[in-house]
């Protein structure tokens, strides 16, 4: 009996010590809204998952926390972000704390996303088993990252820009770690060149099923010239291509030349049904001529290369947010590239909006 009220005692004592885990406690009572706090319970943090993380690295960016954009992880912002999601507290909270309590709080949550960050060679062991549709994972095989190629690195940061994250610097940018994650698998990336320009790239890790059949082609005159003669006007060159059914994440990749270099590309499908062409998104065409697409879905595409700046006119009911959703960027980065705009979150019909 004694035995077992020592085994007891001591399991009570560790669930104990799990449950004070995350407590940080203050040197000094900080007030806030008539409450007086003498320690903040952090225990969310270890029910927080990477998605988390992503949403704050947004949030910042979206709120111009100009430090976000190298070293986000590091920064005080972060820290009170993840701080404010793990504890339930507003942000507000986190903010407006005195300066040493603020450095306690930061201390933990970093500690926290950095315990146990060692270099465990090609394959990264989990603390506890992590389950994802219904299978069980204990370790990642990260072997592919170290002999990706360049075009997956690009692909890689072409995701983080499509998802709103302009930033200098991608090494503590959670999202950034999820794609390239999500590439390391088998060394085998195929690319198909067209030879017109024009080439498709898929990567072997992506592909589940061995069997999988996956169609493209150019289509010369595929799309009927009443439904692109509105938008080939005013553009640089196009390309017009037909993707079919493809088991995978399949990339297109455009080279528009000197030309188009530095300009902006726009991506349309083309709707059988209606006769017209659907705006899919836009896309910055680097210095070399070259821009790359990630397919979503079959069917029949058209991309240009414009030659005046994207933009967008103001129509009644609108707002950054939601022209930043209809063209696939983001707030922060409509704002960037309109800065004649005096007060950015008050605009009127008729005004012309830079998308890029």
Do not use: W
């Not at 969310?44 to 430090?67: C, H, P, V």
């Not at 930033?167 to 030879?195: R, W």
């Not at 009127?348 to 890029?356: E, F, K, V």
């Amino acid at each position: 009996m004694a035995e077992d009220k020592k085994v007891m005692d001591a399991g009570q004592a560790e669930e104990q010590q799990a449950e004070r885990a995350h407590v940080v406690k203050l040197d000094r009572p900080v007030k806030f809204e008539q409450k007086e706090y003498t320690e903040i319970d952090l225990g969310g943090l270890d029910g927080m998952t990477i998605q988390d993380a992503i949403d704050a690295q947004r949030s910042l960016l979206d709120q111009n926390e100009a430090a976000c954009s190298l070293l986000c992880e590091t920064t005080t912002a972060f820290a009170m972000e993840i701080a404010a999601r793990a504890s339930g507290l507003p942000i507000e909270f986190f903010k407006t704390m005195p300066r040493d309590a603020g450095k306690r709080v930061q201390a933990e949550v970093l500690r926290h996303i950095s315990k146990n960050r060692q270099n465990a060679g090609k394959v990264m062991r989990l603390e506890k088993p992590y389950y994802f549709k219904g299978e069980q994972y204990t370790e990642f095989d990260l072997s592919g990252i170290a002999d990706m190629s360049v075009m997956q690195e690009s692909a890689a940061e072409n995701v983080l820009a499509r998802e709103g994250f302009i930033i200098a610097e991608t090494s503590f940018n959670f999202l950034y770690a999820c794609v390239l994650a999500s590439m390391a698998g088998k060394n085998v990336t195929l690319a198909l060149q067209t030879g017109n320009g024009l080439a498709f790239s898929f990567s072997g890790r992506d592909v589940n099923n061995v069997d999988a059949q996956a169609n493209f082609d150019l289509l010369p005159s595929g799309i009927p010239e009443a439904a692109k003669q509105h938008i080939l006007s005013g553009t640089l060159g196009s390309y017009e291509f037909h993707v079919g059914g493809f088991p995978f994440h399949l990339n297109v990749h455009l080279n528009f030349g000197e030309e188009g270099a530095g300009k902006t590309a726009a991506l349309y499908r083309y709707d059988e049904v209606t006769n017209t062409l659907r705006f899919e998104g836009t896309c910055h065409i680097n210095s070399a001529g070259q821009v790359m697409f990630e397919m979503k879905q079959t069917g029949i595409y058209l991309a240009v290369s414009l030659e005046q700046p994207a933009t967008h006119t103001v129509m009644g009911g609108d707002t950054l947010s939601r022209i930043a959703v209809r063209y696939g960027t983001s707030v922060k980065a409509l704002k960037a590239a309109n800065p004649q705009l005096k007060n950015p979150d008050l605009i009127r019909p008729g005004q012309s909006i830079r998308l890029y």
